[in-house]
């Protein structure tokens, strides 16, 4: 009979599955922290189902909300400790339907894998991964479509390094568990925003630098090849300045398996400066004959050269092709967002937007004039 029941439980029909409705406010976003792979946030998370026995009731004050259904919802990507607080509450539409209304205020550290392919000229989603414990035949998590999902761009800690984008969107995501013999698919939901990555830093602090070391390779030429010790001292102590370098810049990325646009400009210069090396050890075994060995240290230089330019301008035109392929994707995201939250508040949404973009203004001139 026992088991019976457990069944009866599991296989659930598609008539009695909620709809769990989900809004999510990015309150205020903190630290965006690369090597570790997570960011901190204070979100305010919005649970909406419908519960038609409560239609017609009125007030929250005589309604035992343990009694009637919950999709026992949680944030999967919460990681260490949080603050979090959980009420419930009552909600009525014009037409009479009632919905049991949940809200969640969580502040806390999540946990995102960092795509640092692009870095670091790189977008990074900071998402809300929020599953349920029930399967999927029981519970769907959706966006909610009569609210608008918001961001705080205001309250953003890490402005220095990132600039957030003002929208969020969603993407459904279903997770596999087994339990005994029996296997689960729960549904979950990912609500996300992106911020992207200020590069200027890094140009100046990193590329530029690793530019000027690397052009340093030239300057050896100016030995004579009769001296190629004083060439191979030289081309030795730059290789060591790279490597010494490349260890520093280590300390801003995780360890990852994988090349970033900054490894690759790094281990190309220093590929360049081992190539630079190498001929001037190959140049001195042509001592024999001065005038065949200066004319092939000439042709070399030249061609180092060409080579150098040819690939400083491959490297920034193909970093720049890809950004700009990214930044009008996020656009894309950005403008679908929009066109949803006009067409769900009308000029309600227009107006808030617009106040707002004033009193950025605002700030920013008085900022200028020295009064803030």
């Known amino acids: ?32 922290d690369t090597v570790k792979e997570q960011f901190i946030a204070d979100i305010c998370l919005r649970a909406r189902w419908r519960e038609p026995a409560l239609d017609g009731v009125k007030s929250n004050s005589h309604v035992d909300f343990k009694k009637y259904w919950n999709p026992k919802i949680h944030v999967s990507n919460l990681i260490g400790e949080s603050q979090q607080s959980i009420w419930t509450e ?17 502040s806390g550290t999540f946990g995102e894998r960092m795509e640092l392919q692009d870095f670091p000229f790189d977008f990074q989603d900071l998402s809300i991964i929020v599953c349920t ?35 969020v969107d969603s993407e459904k995501r279903e997770v596999s568990k087994d339990f005994t013999d029996v296997k689960f698919r729960n549904p979950g939901l990912i609500m996300r925003t992106v911020a992207e990555r200020r590069a200027g830093f890094f140009i100046w602090n990193i590329l530029v630098i690793m530019m000027l070391i690397s052009t340093l390779s030239f300057t050896t030429f100016a030995v004579d090849t009769a001296l190629p010790q004083n060439r191979l001292q030289l081309s030795f102590i730059i290789t060591l300045t790279s490597v010494t370098f490349r260890f520093v810049t280590n300390q801003s990325l995780p360890k990852i398996p994988y090349l970033t646009n900054l490894d690759k400009y790094i281990l190309g ?14 140049v001195s075994r042509f001592a024999y004959s001065r005038n065949l060995e200066t004319m092939l240290d000439w042709w070399a230089f030249m061609s180092f050269v060409i080579l150098y330019g040819t690939l400083q301008a491959y490297f920034f035109l193909m970093v720049l092709i890809k950004y700009l392929m990214r930044r009008n994707m996020v656009k894309d995201r950005e403008a679908l967002y929009l066109e949803r939250a006009q067409k769900v508040m009308g000029l309600t949404w227009k107006s808030s937007k617009a106040s707002l973009t004033s009193r950025r203004n605002k700030r920013k001139i008085a900022a200028s004039n020295g009064k803030i």
């Open 1 to 32: 009979m026992a088991n019976r029941k457990e069944s009866i439980t599991i296989h659930v029909s598609e008539k009695d599955k909620k709809t769990v409705l989900l809004k999510v406010v990015y309150l205020k976003v903190g630290e965006v």
């Open 90 to 106: 009552l909600g009525l539409v014009p037409s009479g339907e009632a919905y049991i209304v949940e809200k969640r205020r969580i």
């Open 133 to 167: 414990e029930l399967p999927e035949t029981v519970a769907e998590l959706v966006e909610d479509d009569y609210e608008v999902s918001i961001v705080n761009v205001q309250c953003f800690v890490d402005e220095q390094e990132w600039k957030l984008h003002d929208f």
């Open 269 to 282: 210069s220093m590929i360049f400066n081992w190539l630079v090396t190498i001929w001037h050890g190959v």
